[in-house]
């Protein structure tokens, strides 16, 4: 065993050798974006609130389309979402599929609803909603949480994890390189830089990923092809009298068995429509690019735009990290806990290195340096929507409630630096990422999301077709969800999956309650507390119903 260990890690690390035309491919590209940040800092007006956070509402619906996509398509997302399809197959893109749906709510019916509010974020428009400050404040916090724990340092982790493994640089050195650049433009030039320099992106993050996915597909035999080896995907070493390094039977089926699936179909239809509407109707990184367009009609277009692109990533992520899985079994599929180890740092599973894997063994040399390239605009992209998200939660909603009479500079200097904070805080958050759930990216990331948003988007759907819903109702239909929520989540921690050959000690509530079946489940709760709270407290009066 030790002696196939040893091969498998000294073909990584052959791997892991850049050409002077890549590194020069990346340095060109870091060049272009850094000009192109300038560039938009310089015509961006920073002076005030609504030119630094929403671009003077004057973007246009194509970069706002493109914004839409690369501020969600991070490196989070090429690195998860890869490895939980080599590990199980096509069913998650159904995460990106159902996004599609969402996208053209926000542009229909949410969007309207926060221009009318002239609001510049979601938290503000449920503070003219209901009156009152605590929930604009708590959904401000949660909101940061969230960012940190499922965002922030997933994109970290898995950014540097990529190019540890293509530069063989230290995880904590890539990150803070990354950070510095990422900050020069987020921090200078605002909203405006961030989705000029996004649409920039999404272009080379679209064209680099469709070239490896033709490379894979040609390098397996097209879809057949796929089918046939990833059936077959089996490494050398696995663990006696176990199931586990067995492919999955339903690999290439979207809609899985309601007990016994990975994903089953009424979670991926239902439960995943409540996580969807909280990330793409709800969440301030998104809304915040749609708020940022000059008229409503260019509003929908960027959800038009960003929608069609979101059919994209099942063919070029998913799709790839299936390849990858059938090339390269020993590695991405390894299922003993010492080989998992040797060759990814994690026992509980290699499948977060699909994508970085077939870059590295498929990609022609300049080509590859390109794909490095592809994940650090990803990376970029999602660093940048969420730092300046993150700022302007923080400034407007929390800050302004204590500094009442903040001038417009003192906000945005407070949002700058509470930039630096967050990526501390995420920073420390990487080694339990790193042990989490089964070592696939993607899974932690929407478990997560499922105990802590689902009580925001019961909240938001009723604030916007209930009127009689009122401000003690949505409070404490928001502590009761984030109690339970919160329940959840710390047993998730407590009791991580077990790696393969393990006994699974975990309760019932864990092993056979999917996630996405708990998000229903607490989205729904939610909103009979809110709703009979609501029906024994005094109305908003109509006069004061702003919105």
């Not at 020069?184 to 272009?203: E, K, S, W």
């Not at 990814?344 to 390109?370: D, E, F, H, Q, T």
Request: charged share 10%.
């Amino acid at each position: 065993m030790m002696k196939t260990e040893a091969v498998l890690h000294a073909a990584l690390s052959s791997e892991s050798s850049l050409h002077t035309y890549d590194i020069v491919a990346v340095v060109i590209y870091f060049v272009f974006v850094i000009a192109v940040g300038i560039w938009a800092s310089i015509r961006a007006n920073r002076g005030t609130i609504g030119g630094y956070f929403l671009a003077g509402r004057s973007m246009s619906w194509w970069p706002i389309g493109a914004s839409l996509m690369s501020s969600n398509v991070g490196s989070g997302l090429f690195i998860g979402l890869a490895g939980t399809g080599a590990a199980g197959g096509l069913a998650v893109g159904g995460f990106e599929w159902n996004a599609t749906f969402l996208l053209v709510a926000l542009g229909w019916i949410f969007v309207p609803v926060y221009i009318a509010a002239g609001v510049v974020t979601t938290p503000q428009y449920l503070k003219k909603r209901f009156g009152g400050e605590r929930i604009q404040v708590y959904m401000s916090v949660l909101s940061l949480i969230l960012y940190i724990f499922t965002k922030i340092s997933t994109d970290i982790f898995s950014g540097a994890l990529f190019i540890q493994m293509a530069l063989g640089w230290n995880l904590y050195l890539s990150t803070g390189i990354l950070l510095v650049v990422t900050a020069i433009y987020t921090i200078t030039g605002g909203l405006t830089a961030v989705i000029y320099t996004d649409a920039l992106q999404t272009v080379i993050m679209v064209g680099g990923a469709l070239v490896l996915m033709f490379l894979g597909f040609q390098k397996v035999g097209w879809y057949p092809g796929l089918q046939q080896l990833y059936s077959q995907a089996l490494p050398n070493v696995t663990v006696p009298n176990t199931t586990c390094h067995l492919p999955r039977p339903d690999a290439f089926h979207m809609l899985r068995d309601p007990v016994s699936g990975d994903i089953p179909w009424p979670g991926i239809i239902f439960g995943l429509t409540v996580l969807a509407t909280w990330c793409w109707c709800t969440d301030q990184v998104i809304v915040q690019r749609s708020l940022s367009a000059k008229n409503l009609s260019h509003a929908k277009g960027g959800s038009v735009l960003g929608g069609y692109l979101k059919i994209l990533p099942m063919f070029f992520i998913v799709m790839p990290g299936m390849i990858s899985r059938a090339l390269y079994p020993d590695e991405v599929g390894c299922v003993d806990p010492d080989v998992c180890q040797r060759v990814c740092g994690a026992r509980v599973g290699c499948s977060n290195i699909a994508y970085p894997k077939l870059v590295m063994a498929l990609m022609p040399i300049g080509l590859r340096g390109l794909m490095i390239a592809v994940i650090m605009a990803a990376l970029m992209s999602s660093f940048t929507s969420i730092f300046n998200s993150s700022s302007t939660l923080f400034a407007i909603d929390v800050w302004q409630r204590f500094r009442r009479r903040a001038t417009e500079q003192e906000l945005m200097v407070v949002g700058r630096v509470f930039v630096v904070f967050l990526v501390v805080v995420s920073i420390l958050w990487i080694p339990i990422i790193q042990s989490s759930s089964s070592g696939q990216l993607f899974d932690y990331i929407q478990s997560v999301t499922s105990y802590l948003a689902p009580p925001v988007t019961a909240l938001f759907l009723l604030a916007i077709f209930c009127r009689r819903v009122t401000e003690p109702g949505a409070f404490w239909g928001l502590m009761f969800g984030l109690g339970v929520g919160l329940l959840r989540m710390i047993l998730e921690f407590s009791y991580p999956a077990p790696a393969c050959g393990e006994v699974d000690r975990r309760p019932a509530v864990l092993k056979d309650f999917h996630y996405l079946y708990f998000a229903l489940l607490l989205c729904g709760l939610t909103a009979i507390v809110i709703v009979i709270i609501s029906l024994c407290t005094t109305p908003i009066p109509e006069e004061k119903m702003l919105v």
